[in-house]
């Protein structure tokens, strides 16, 4: 199948599969608007890169660097390709594609919310996306956010240390015999290859104490 065709044909059961989520996923955990998404302000810090993985790499961002206690802490997670090949990936949301590890700055360990310790995932809980990155395209962070607040407590005044981890099924293009003179390539979603990206840490502050507020 030209790689045309069969681009469009993964490319609408992906968009199949996101409308059938997206349907289903329950208000609270919905942490960004998606109008806002396409209008936020500047991210920061605006060119810190993680380590290189299959010519990726991952960037962690936020709004800004301090916060008030129980203040949301928006963090968006951006893939740069850096190599001279498109690349299909897909994006698995918010609860099964990120990983976050918060640490105080003088490396203890953060204490989860009793929400994120005793959550188990579930089916509702998934945003899957198609991305496609040209050469040398960072993403763009639409379900890429992820609030730190929902999973630790951050409410202490101090500095807080964020990594983020996402996990990325990427798909590749095999040759393919030529047909009718033309070189095509062979579109393989059913064998992606598995891998994690890691971000450079992001130093924010807590400046003030939070009033008494439900955990998300």
């Not at 968009?15 to 955990?29: D, E, K, N, R």
């Not at 998934?126 to 609030?147: M, Q």
């Not at 240390?161 to 393989?188: C, F, G, M, N």
Request: glycine share 8%; hydrophobic share 35%; charged share 20%.
């Amino acid at each position: 199948m030209p790689k045309s065709a069969a681009s469009i044909c993964f490319h609408l059961a992906m968009t199949t599969i996101v409308v059938g989520l997206l349907a289903t996923v329950p208000a609270h955990s919905q942490s960004y608007d998606w109008h806002w998404a396409f209008n936020r302000p500047p991210l920061f810090p605006t060119n810190e890169w993680g380590a290189i993985t299959n010519d990726c790499q991952l960037g962690l961002r936020v709004l800004k660097f301090q916060f008030d206690g129980g203040e949301d802490i928006e963090t968006a997670m951006i893939i740069r390709n850096i190599g001279e090949k498109h690349l299909d990936y897909t994006d698995w949301g918010e609860i099964a594609g990120y990983d976050v590890v918060v640490k105080r700055g003088d490396g203890q360990p953060v204490p989860k919310t009793d929400w994120w310790a005793g959550f188990k995932p579930s089916g509702a809980f998934y945003r899957v996306v198609s991305v496609g990155l040209g050469p040398h395209e960072e993403s763009f962070p639409l379900t890429g956010w992820l609030n730190v607040i929902r999973r630790y407590k951050m409410n202490t005044p101090g500095t807080y240390i964020i990594t983020a981890t996402q996990h990325v099924d990427l798909y590749e293009e095999l040759p393919e015999i030529p047909y009718e003179y033309s070189p095509h390539k062979r579109y393989t979603p059913d064998s992606p290859r598995r891998f994690d990206l890691i971000s450079t840490p992001v130093t924010v502050t807590i400046v003030a104490p939070s009033a008494t507020k439900p955990e998300k």
